[in-house]
């Protein structure tokens, strides 16, 4: 195969990742503003269009300006982007003021390829995987724990890219639930897992978003990154994402979704296949 050849398949495949994310929320029963009053809607309509004239007057934006952000506008609805895009450059501030008064873990962004109900197992588990799944083994230790150091018996729904970066069920080609699934803690709040490290992550450069970073001159990165939520009955779920030491993008996120305490410390398995390492989650109560 070409390069060229190659590069091609690469893009078809993030075309279509950035796209699925749009059908998967229209499926996921997330939306659920369209009851905010209406004394907000016009609060924060306004304040938010108050930004961009501030910005327009500042910087004398232009008509050819206006039309070509008109332009990209239209795209990112037509790649099916808006989850994309929303999710690498937004959510992470609505994620800071939502978690603001956790006691316990910190949590992250969701980001778009979460896949709910992914097939559940006990501890230990290992996540689905190919037979020649590339890459190297990993092997996660770690307690649920509520706020006093009690063992919870919750649970852990994991999923992350593959050692090329790709998601199962946003890019095609892969089984469906590959490095997918929910483990069920034992009644200590125990765990284990075994799944593959992932690659760092470039966001899908074909479309709406890849056009406003070439066009700005910005990177398309994410660090390799495990996305959790945990879950125990009567606490507070927490979403999350955990980071290797070292990675080139832990510093320049382009989701800015990286925080200190979710940086790994994994080390080499004691049985030599590969990594291993202990993370651990301390869950709010339910208010
Ligand atoms: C991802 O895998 C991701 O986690 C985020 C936040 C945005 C795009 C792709
Ligand atoms: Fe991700």
């Known amino acids: 195969m070409t390069m060229s050849q190659t590069a091609t398949e690469f893009d078809a495949k993030a075309a279509e990742s950035g796209n699925k994310a749009t059908e998967r929320f229209k499926e996921s029963g997330k939306r659920a503003g369209i009851d905010v009053p209406k004394e907000r809607v016009s609060l924060l309509a306004r304040e938010v269009l108050e930004a961009v004239y501030s910005t327009i007057r500042e910087h004398k934006v232009t008509y050819a300006e206006y039309n070509a952000l008109k332009e990209w506008l239209i795209s990112v609805g037509e790649d099916g982007e808006w989850p994309l895009f929303l999710d690498v450059w937004v959510e992470h501030v609505v994620e800071d003021v939502a978690t603001e008064n956790r006691k316990g873990s910190k949590g992250t962004i969701e980001g778009p390829y979460y896949v709910p109900d992914s097939p559940a197992q ?16 990993l092997t996660w230790k770690g307690q649920i724990r509520d706020l006093d150091g009690n063992g919870l018996p919750g649970k852990v729904e994991i999923w ?36 593959m490290r992932p690659a760092p992550y470039q966001i899908p450069t074909d479309g709406a978003c890849g056009k406003l970073i070439a066009a700005a001159g910005w990177h398309a990165w994410r660090p390799a990154h495990i996305h959790v939520k945990v879950s125990a009955p009567g606490h507070e779920l927490i979403t999350a994402q955990l980071y290797f030491p070292g990675d080139a993008h832990n510093d320049d996120d382009i989701a800015s979704a990286v925080k200190p305490e979710l940086i790994l410390d994994p080390k080499p398995a004691a049985d030599g296949k590969g990594e291993e390492m202990v993370y651990d989650f301390i869950l709010d109560p339910e208010d």
């Open 122 to 137: 006990n501890t230990p588990a290992r996540l689905p995987r190919r037979d020649d799944e590339p890459g190297t083994e």
């Open 160 to 195: 992350h890219a593959d050692g090329a970066g790709f998601y199962s069920q946003y890019a095609p080609g892969l089984p469906e639930w590959n490095l997918r699934g929910t483990v069920l803690a034992d009644e200590n709040g125990n765990f284990e897992i075994q799944t």
